[in-house]
């Protein structure tokens, strides 16, 4: 699934395919897809579809998580309080995040047909869910206690602990349709390094050469992670990993 970001009104964009003597080039148009009510919103991802989920402002100057398909917005709703997020939404249609409940409290949450379902945590008060794969497993962190956090796998009636790299602290950001999961995790030392699970034991991916940490945000259907952490000077770089090689994106021009 391709997030997409859009800061003040929401947008998806549209590939088109325009027609050359010889090849055909992509362009793209930009389709504003409204808000709530409210003078915010942000898209999160599209589905194959074009279904796309995200949050907005609301009339009441709350934000909800919304779905887009059609050319209408809809309101996903809450758990009972103000506000909902949903970062993710797999091709049919259900989508991942989080929502608050009647106490305030922000709990993981997916939305199917449209309704929201509170995921359980792994002990602690609150969590989120991040990503949801074609067969409904959901992906994202949830507290074991008031400050230990861990990655977690939610996989029908199952909440899986998907653990760390030996600190106390991790977060899974996505989810293939082959079970991969990729997120970060800290070390023994405290340090974050992006981090695959994949059937059993956190895997460390590793970094940039030269670079303190990592934290891998995205996988395909062929096992390639899009990383992002610091080189040897101390920038920020996207990266790629793939095959054990972790491969700098670069810039455009800048640092």
Not at 131 to 143: E, L, M, P, R
Not at 228 to 241: C, H, I, K, M, T
Request: proline residues 4%; aromatic residues 10%; glycine residues 16%.
């Amino acid at each position: 699934l391709c997030s997409l970001f859009w800061a003040g009104v929401l947008a998806t964009i549209v590939q088109v395919c325009v027609a050359r003597p010889v090849s055909c080039a992509p362009a793209y148009n930009i389709k504003i897809l409204g808000t709530l009510g409210g003078g915010y919103g942000r898209a999160r991802a599209v589905n194959t579809d074009g279904w796309t989920v995200g949050e907005s402002y609301t009339y009441a100057n709350v934000e909800h998580a919304f779905l887009w398909r059609d050319g209408a917005m809809f309101d996903l709703g809450t758990l009972g309080g103000p506000r909902s997020r949903a970062f993710d939404i797999n091709t049919s249609g259900e989508a991942a995040g989080w929502a608050q409940d009647s106490s305030g409290i922000l709990r993981p949450a997916v939305w199917r047909n449209e309704l929201p379902y509170q995921l359980p945590t792994l002990g602690g008060p609150t969590g989120s869910a991040w990503a949801i794969n074609d067969a409904g497993q959901a992906v994202g962190n949830s507290y074991i206690s008031a400050s230990v956090y861990h990655a977690t796998l939610w996989d029908g009636e199952s909440t899986i602990d998907l653990g760390t790299l030996g600190g106390s602290y991790s977060i899974a950001y996505d989810i293939n349709s082959r079970d991969q999961i990729v997120g970060s995790a800290d070390n023994a030392l405290g340090h974050e390094w992006a981090t695959m699970w994949d059937g059993g034991a956190p895997r460390n991916l590793g970094g940039l050469p030269g670079g303190t940490w990592s934290t891998a945000r995205g996988i395909n259907e062929a096992g390639q992670v899009i990383l992002w952490g610091d080189n040897a000077f101390g920038e920020s770089r996207a990266a790629l990993w793939y095959d054990d090689v972790v491969t700098d994106l670069g810039t455009f021009g800048g640092h």
